[in-house]
């Protein structure tokens, strides 16, 4: 009873003293930070403008177009999403409002390419070979449009309304559509098909929210076709999520192996990822094909790949982006994305290229740099950091400080290359002359059902290339025959990619395209002398 009596004349004692704690605890913790001297200087400055310029200013608007420049000096890849822009669709999210349509520009006139079925627009009757005149009573022909601008117009919130007028080949009158918009999805899978009896390829364009659940689709789709070997086409894949890429890895790894590992200020942002083994596709023999705009978490793929030696790395070194970002909200609504990690491939190495707080441009023309010093053309141009060397799980030695440098490089294709084809493709000659083919043809195209049957239906090479050099002079493109003939094997690949892309969508463009792509060439030489296969050895 004693005791009993002690402790509890002890306690309110004790609730007190906790109380003042909790209170001085609190305070301590949110009271405000001591400015050091340079924000005391900004403050000074903001103070000082808005009580002596000349102009009324609006202090909350400079700090908004200030932002920007503030980030810019930090790194390459932190950066400031206005509130506008936060509301533009993100299609990493893997779908948009919009109306179901592909449209290429052609003579200040939006030309409309695919009519995505089941989508909006083809639910009303809108059809490839279309000419959109004017959207919600605006005319949009001949006034020098952009493709951003259409974007703006055509897209919007799903089950939002547009009205758009069309001509149509073959019509006597203008037509007219009321669409209500949809969630239009956005593909990460460009292509993916067999490119012999068991090789299969994929062509991924980005790493998406939903690009996970399209590889494993597209891939088993492929075994289905008698693959057990894979070429991952990852050129020209600027990265997105790292997520799906991790996930991607882990299908191809045996348990217990790093995939990547992450480092930053804090402690909880030091992270090891490890494969749990339950992949479908571990014993399968794979290349994964890489160029300079290959980057980020096309980035994390690879170098899992190279530094696990479960497959080839072929083409040219990535690019070079070893960053982690992370979205902050800020209260205006907008949104500023820093870098709070670097990422690490399981050897240990970083790929990030170097680069200068505030000076971006330097860092952005780095790969054009790689161009002048001839790195795209000769291996012997390559600069490897030797000061960063690293190991594979087998002992081949690796390179960081600047993009994943691939097992087996390749050269770009410049064979074929000339004055011609170049002037004739950057001024859109190729694209036009396939939209008009296929406008000219639509009628005797529609039934087509695969490549095959299409490619059978062309003309032959030498009178489809005799066409395009005409219709090329009619746009102001002189025939020179000398080039024309260097150039031949490459115009008429483009010609037919794109009329097959016009008619039976974008997967068999690759499908046309790769047909004579070294790289894609060489991935089924490794892969069947069975240089692919796991592991990889020195």
Known sequence: MHGSYKKHSWLPLILAVTFVAGLWLGWFINKPMEMTPGQKNLQNLLNIIKDNYVDEIDLDSLIERSIPGILSNLDPHSSYLSPEDKQQP??????????????????????????????????VGVMAGDRILSVDGKNIAGTGITNEDVFKV????????????????GASKILTFDITRGNIPVQSI?????????????KINNFGRSTYAEFIKSM????????????????????????????????????????????GRKAEDNTTVMSDGRGQFKDASLVVLTDEATASSSEIFSGAIQDNDRGLIIGRRTFGKGLVQRPISLPNGGEIRLTVQRYYTPSGRSIQKDYVPGKNTQYELEIYERYKSGEMISIDSVKLDKKHIFKTAS?????GGGGIMPDIYMPTDTTAFTGYFVNAYNDGLFQKFAYEFCDLNRGDLKDVKNLKELLS?????????????????????PARWYYINISQRLIVGQLKALIARDVLGIPAY???????????????????????????RP
């Open 90 to 123: 993100d299609e990493l999210e893997g779908r948009f409002g919009g109306i179901g349509i592909q449209f290429q520009i052609y003579n200040d006139t939006v030309c409309v390419i695919e009519s995505m079925v089941g989508g909006p627009a083809n639910k």
């Open 154 to 169: 055509l897209r919007g919130q799903a089950g939002s309304n547009v009205k758009i007028t069309v001509k149509r080949q």
């Open 190 to 202: 460009d292509a993916a098909y067999m490119l012999d009896t068991t090789t299969g390829y994929i």
């Open 220 to 263: 088993n789709g492929l075994l289905q076709q008698g693959a057990s070997n894979y070429v991952i086409d990852l050129r020209g894949n600027t990265g997105g999520y790292m997520e799906p890429a991790i996930l991607m890895v882990n299908e191809f790894l045996p348990a217990n192996k790093v995939i990547v590992s992450t480092k």
């Open 395 to 399: 002992g081949r030695e690796v390179y």
């Open 457 to 477: 239906r062309l003309p032959a090479d030498n009178v489809l290339l005799s066409s395009f050099v005409a219709f090329a002079v009619q746009n102001g493109h």
């Open 510 to 536: 690759f499908e046309v395209i790769n047909g004579d792509d070294v790289n894609v060439k060489k991935a089924i030489e490794v892969i069947h002398n069975g240089k692919a296969r796991s592991p990889i």
